[in-house]
């Protein structure tokens, strides 16, 4: 955005500056340097705020360049005594997945005075649901692994203000509380639902945050993802006594104002009539580079790429030729081929899903889906 445009909409350019935080890829703004003699140097208000609060800029001598982001945006904004400043955070801290406090909400009184209650007004009226009592909204993504669905998840979880339920985290829970106990993992396929609720698992929500706890513990992330857990947890999830038991459990993450559910059975049978079912999936050795960069390899070689893709096949056909619960699509889910997607273009896809869902349409199939 630059010269002729920015003439005409000076006064707007806060809130576009809030708009591009939440935009896909960069925002630059120029020619806007009239900014720097208004109330306040809104040019440099923006600026300092947008990083307090999680969002890459650059200021420039006439303008900003934003990065767009999904992640959840927190913290406390100062409003330099300019009611544009203000309202503009204003907004961008009444929506989905932002935390943002501005110091002096009063100034907005100079040009909009009741500002803060029609705000509260609108918000209320957007989040409102109309289904019964207790039903949200449920998304599910589904997919092997490597196809990108926990990033996707929590980032559409956050741009929504939902929940996100990591259920490949839970199995992983019990492989470890079971690894741990007494007996471990030898005779699992003959554990007794008095072992599994032993473990004391349970699931704790903070805001949108998910804790696994065993025992009344915390389990750390870490914990989680060991080598050790990572070679167990499939043969753990196959059995019938276990996903029964996690069963209710992730269906009772389901609570307003939403749910994103993350898995390999989300929408076939934890969630069967969720409003949106998402299929990620990706060529094999896209999969395997992912894996291999997400384990911390900074350029993975061919032959480690083969290697990989090896693994991650023998674990397709385990979640997939299981009895229960094996890994498919659900007749009704949108198919995603990520493996040419960037993610913030498959991110927006499943956003979109979700809001036509909620404004009650039928969400129509995008560049990347198939049938």
């Known amino acids: 955005v630059g010269g002729g445009e920015v003439v005409g909409m000076i006064d707007e350019i806060p809130v576009l500056a809030i708009l591009a935080a939440r935009a896909a890829g960069e925002t630059r703004i120029t020619g806007a340097a009239e900014l720097r003699v208004k109330e306040s140097d809104r040019l440099a208000a923006l600026a300092v705020n947008l990083r307090r609060i999680g969002v890459q800029v650059e200021e420039l001598p006439d303008g900003l360049v934003i990065e767009g982001t999904t992640r959840p945006l927190s913290g406390r904004v100062e409003c330099f005594h300019d009611h544009r400043i203000a309202m503009a955070f204003g907004v961008l801290g009444a929506a989905p997945g932002c935390d943002i406090r501005v110091d002096d909400p009063g100034v907005a009184d100079v040009s909009f005075p009741g500002f803060w209650r029609l ?7 957007a989040r409102r649901r109309p289904t019964a009592p207790g039903r949200c909204t449920v998304v599910t993504i589904d ?12 980032a559409v979880a956050a741009r929504l203000g939902f929940r996100h339920l990591d259920s490949g985290a839970i199995y992983r829970a019990v492989t470890l509380g079971l690894m741990d106990s007494e007996d471990g993992c030898e005779t699992v396929e003959r554990i007794t639902p008095r072992e599994l609720a032993a473990l004391a698992l349970e699931v704790r929500w903070d805001g949108a945050a998910m804790e696994i706890r065993i025992c009344g513990e915390s389990v750390p992330e870490a914990a989680l993802r060991a080598e050790r857990v990572t070679a167990m947890v499939s043969r753990v999830s196959a059995v019938p006594a276990v996903r029964e038991h996690l069963l209710e459990l992730q269906r009772d993450a389901a609570r307003p104002p939403g749910l994103v559910a993350e898995g390999r059975d989300m929408g076939t049978v934890v969630f069967p009539d969720a409003g949106v079912k998402v299929y990620l999936d990706a060529d094999p050795r896209e999969r395997a580079r992912r894996r291999l960069l997400q384990g911390g390899a900074a350029d993975p070689k061919p032959e480690e790429v083969e290697a990989e893709a090896a693994r991650l096949a023998v674990r397709d056909r385990t979640d997939s030729s299981r009895t229960v619960a094996p890994l498919l699509m659900a007749a009704d889910a949108h198919h995603l081929d990520t493996t040419d997607m960037e993610p913030q273009s498959q991110i927006a896809a499943i956003v979109n899903m979700a809001m036509a869902a909620e404004a009650g349409r039928q969400p129509s199939r995008r560049a990347g889906e198939s049938d």
Do not use: E, I, Y
């Not at 490597?146 to 990033?151: D, I, L, W």
């Open 119 to 125: 705000l509260t007004r609108v918000t209320d009226a």
């Open 143 to 154: 997919g092997s692994a490597g196809a990108g669905k926990s990033t996707t998840a929590a």
